[in-house]
T-cell receptor, first 115, second 111 residues
Framework: DVKVTQSSRYLVKRTGEKVFLECVQDMDHENMFWYRQDPGLGLRLIYFSYDVKMKEKGDIPEGYSVSREKKERFSLILESASTNQTSMYLC??????????????FGPGTRLLVL | GQQLNQSPQSMFIQEGEDVSMNCTSSSIFNTWLWYKQDPGEGPVLLIALYKAGELTSNGRLTAQFGITRKDSFLNISASIPSDVGIYFC???????????FGGGTRLMVKP
């Protein structure tokens, strides 16, 4: 079974703090993704990575950065947390698609509250 | 942004009833996925469809990849209270590894 884990289920941070969200997958997947999920807005892609040290911007990268130093680990960084970054953050991973068979597996999510 | 239209947005049904929800797209997809998300949890993959016309079952769940490749449906038979949650469809159009998600169907089951 694919296992994607996230370092925290719940986090409370203050405005201006630097926040690290960690994601680890144990299936040797090449691709990893960070989404945020907000009521009425669905799942929005923040950043993704095809390989170690590679990153690509998603739909809403502003205010975030990422790090992929090891294949199994993908970190999302909020350099200076703001209240509008309060959200549910979801990590996902996948292997390269064969003939378009992209299948992403999600972690349990981190609910971040920025005060 | 989202390009998949998922309906209905919510359903409130009696335990034991069958449920049907669907997703449609204006463009062709090569993969359709159905996920279920429980409150406070991440989405869990239920069914993956990779071929137009494909019909796949997972227990009481059945999903089909539309023959036009622009739609998919998910059926749940004989619903039970633990079916409660939000069901998402997602598609991949082979433009890289990104998925496009539907807005979700919130299912509520009355015991």
């Amino acid at each position: 079974d694919v296992k994607v884990t996230q370092s925290s289920r719940y986090l409370v941070k203050r405005t201006g703090e630097k926040v690290f969200l960690e994601c680890v997958q144990d299936m040797d997947h090449e691709n990893m993704f960070w989404y945020r999920q907000d009521p009425g807005l669905g799942l929005r892609l923040i950043y993704f990575s095809y390989d170690v040290k590679m990153k690509e911007k998603g739909d809403i990268p502003e205010g975030y950065s990422v790090s992929r130093e090891k294949k199994e680990r993908f970190s999302l960084i909020l350099e200076s947390a703001s209240t509008n970054q309060t959200s549910m953050y979801l990590c996902a991973s996948s292997s390269p698609p064969r003939g378009g068979q992209e299948t992403q597996y999600f972690g349990p999510g981190t609910r971040l509250l920025v005060l | 942004g989202q390009q998949l239209n998922q309906s209905p947005q919510s359903m409130f049904i009696q335990e034991g009833e069958d449920v049907s929800m669907n997703c449609t797209s204006s463009s062709i997809f090569n993969t359709w996925l159905w996920y279920k998300q429980d409150p406070g949890e991440g989405p869990v993959l239920l069914i993956a469809l990779y071929k137009a016309g494909e019909l796949t079952s997972n227990g009481r769940l059945t999903a089909q990849f539309g023959i036009t490749r622009k739609d998919s449906f998910l059926n749940i038979s004989a619903s039970i209270p633990s079916d409660v949650g939000i069901y998402f469809c997602a598609g991949n159009n082979n433009a890289g590894n990104m998925l496009t998600f539907g807005g979700g169907t919130r299912l509520m089951v009355k015991p």
